[in-house]
């Protein structure tokens, strides 16, 4: 035997394929590394975004609601500006991150941004306008829509949410 087939069958056997599993593994953690900090960033938008769309929802309901305790007008004004409050700031986080969602998440969110919008304008200016004769009917197909339609729309979104953290 050689030198020459001692060190080719030495490194063919064994070096090489040991600087290959450690150049991979190498790779792997870095990838995994990288990938777990996209995830924390994409859980952290994740999470911000149920939030100021919870925060949206509650204030929605709490303007909307026929049985509100208070019937002043400085009342009014303080729930539609917490609607409008709460409005801009989902607005503004969903554009922000939604780069971080599935392009048919991000659409369903955009369309709820825009649902969102129409039912408050339909509110403040048609159903319910401050120092105006309100419009029962108008107020009444505000709410059926939000009690109807947007409870299903949110519960579509959270489990699209559920599903990219892994949430079952």
């Not at 087939?5 to 394929?17: A, E, K, M, N, R």
């Not at 049985?67 to 007008?73: A, D, K, L, N, Y």
Request: glycine share 6%; aromatic share 10%.
């Amino acid at each position: 035997m050689n030198w020459e087939t001692v060190i080719i069958s030495i490194l063919g056997s064994g070096g090489i394929t040991a600087l290959v599993n450690g150049f991979m593994n190498h790779k792997t953690q870095i990838k995994m590394i990288k990938e777990s900090g996209l995830y924390a960033k994409r859980a952290n938008a994740l999470d911000e975004l149920m939030k100021k769309m919870e925060e949206l929802d509650q204030a929605m309901g709490n303007m909307i609601s026929f049985f509100q305790s208070e019937t002043e007008r400085e009342d009014e004004i303080k729930r539609r500006e917490a609607v409008n409050n709460a409005f801009n700031s989902f607005v503004k986080c969903y554009k922000v991150k939604r780069h971080y969602l599935a392009s048919d998440l991000s659409n369903e969110l955009g369309e709820l941004c825009g649902e969102y919008k129409k039912l408050f304008i339909d509110f403040l200016y048609t159903a319910r306008p401050i120092d105006d004769k309100q419009d029962t009917e108008t107020w009444k197909s505000v709410v059926d829509k939000y009690n109807e339609d947007f409870p299903e729309k949110r519960e579509k979104i959270a489990v699209e949410f559920r599903k990219i953290i892994g949430v079952k």
